[in-house]
């Protein structure tokens, strides 16, 4: 931001991952940057040129006929504020005119809105891997946006001066937004529709809502999204996935040390009632309980360990 013009002739709109129940202060440190002033606007405000609008946190930030729109519509890769929504809905008001940045980050959040800016004749911009200091969502962006500049953060503020000069003055020129981005808008803005689900069902449930999840490709990115509107990244819903299987590993283990304290407990009380033959069997089927138990346990503690890569992926080139 200390590198923009205080005459930029665009607004820039700011997502940030952050908790939902968390106090953001980046409005602050932005300004305190550069020359423009930054704010987490209202909803319904009024876009103005050189202002920066940062999403509020609990809050997917919007653009829609040159105003600002907040929503708390379905979460999207687990987030909300989300990046993906932002960028779609960039795609479907400016088309040409909008330009994409993905910063460092992890995860892929940004990939499938990134390649929609693309496709409606945006520019997209992506931070170089191995400039960030978390280079997942740069990666993921690349992989599935073939963005049009790949470049350091230093280089960021000085090619988006030469790009807001050279955009077309009228959207008129974008290509049209395709069916499966305009439903995603859709179900964030306002949820579940009547609309059948686009694309087909993936045999997966939402890790959110438990609900059936189809799966599409947006912008040639593939998504997936239940009918109550929570939308996934590949990468994503495989990281949520291993979440809500590793807490069922541990439900699982808990109800099975439980059980193996209960079995011992009757053991010990048959045995005080001089009932030994029945002591015994409850005290074998104790111990068979407890080594079920260990075995989970050290499932669980394997379970987040990747494995060895057999080759290294081939570096990233720099996208002229």
């Known amino acids: 931001m200390a590198g923009l013009p205080r005459q930029l002739e665009a607004a820039i709109f700011v997502v940030l991952h952050l908790a939902a129940g968390g106090t953001s202060v980046l409005p602050a440190i932005l300004q305190r940057a550069g020359d423009l002033p930054a704010i987490h606007p209202t909803d319904g405000d009024a876009i103005e040129d050189g202002c920066i609008y940062v999403a509020p946190p609990d809050h997917h930030l919007l653009v829609e006929d040159e105003s600002v729109r907040l929503v708390r519509g379905p979460r999207e890769n687990g987030h909300r504020p989300a990046i993906d929504t932002l960028f779609r809905s960039a795609a479907r008001v400016y088309g040409a005119r909008s330009v994409g940045v993905i910063l460092s980050g992890v995860l892929d959040d940004g990939a499938a809105g990134l390649a929609a800016v693309k496709a409606a004749g945006g520019h997209t911009v992506v931070q170089s891997p191995s400039d960030a200091l978390y280079a997942g969502m740069p990666l993921a962006a690349i992989e599935g946006a073939h963005p049009h500049h790949v470049v350091s953060a230093s280089e960021?503020?000085?090619?988006?001066?030469?790009?807001?000069?050279?955009?077309?003055?009228?959207?008129?020129?974008?290509?049209?937004?395709?069916?499966?981005?305009?439903?995603?808008?859709?179900?964030?803005?306002?949820?579940?529709?009547?609309?059948?689900?686009?694309?087909?069902?993936?045999?997966?449930?939402?890790?959110?809502?438990?609900?059936?999840?189809?799966?599409?490709?947006?912008?040639?990115?593939?998504?997936?999204?239940?009918?109550?509107?929570?939308?996934?990244?590949?990468?994503?819903?495989?990281?949520?996935?291993?979440?809500?299987?590793?807490?069922?590993?541990?439900?699982?283990?808990?109800?099975?040390?439980?059980?193996?304290?209960?079995?011992?407990?009757?053991?010990?009380?048959?045995?005080?009632?001089?009932?030994?033959?029945?002591?015994?069997?409850?005290?074998?089927?104790?111990?068979?309980?407890?080594?079920?138990?260990?075995?989970?346990?050290?499932?669980l503690h394997s379970f987040h360990v990747p494995p060895e890569a057999e080759e290294e992926d081939e570096p990233i080139e720099q996208v002229p």
């Open 156 to 299: 960021i503020a000085e090619l988006l001066t030469e790009l807001v000069a050279r955009v077309p003055p009228d959207p008129a020129d974008a290509a049209p937004v395709d069916e499966v981005i305009e439903e995603s808008l859709v179900a964030v803005d306002r949820g579940s529709t009547e609309q059948p689900q686009p694309g087909k069902p993936s045999g997966f449930t939402c890790p959110e809502c438990n609900g059936a999840l189809w799966e599409a490709h947006e912008a040639g990115v593939l998504r997936f999204r239940c009918r109550t509107g929570h939308q996934f990244s590949l990468e994503t819903l495989l990281t949520e996935q291993s979440e809500s299987v590793e807490a069922a590993m541990w439900s699982a283990l808990r109800a099975l040390e439980e059980r193996a304290a209960m079995l011992r407990r009757i053991a010990q009380r048959m045995t005080a009632h001089g009932n030994r033959r029945t002591a015994m069997r409850y005290a074998r089927s104790a111990e068979d309980t407890v080594q079920h138990a260990l075995t989970l346990r050290e499932a």
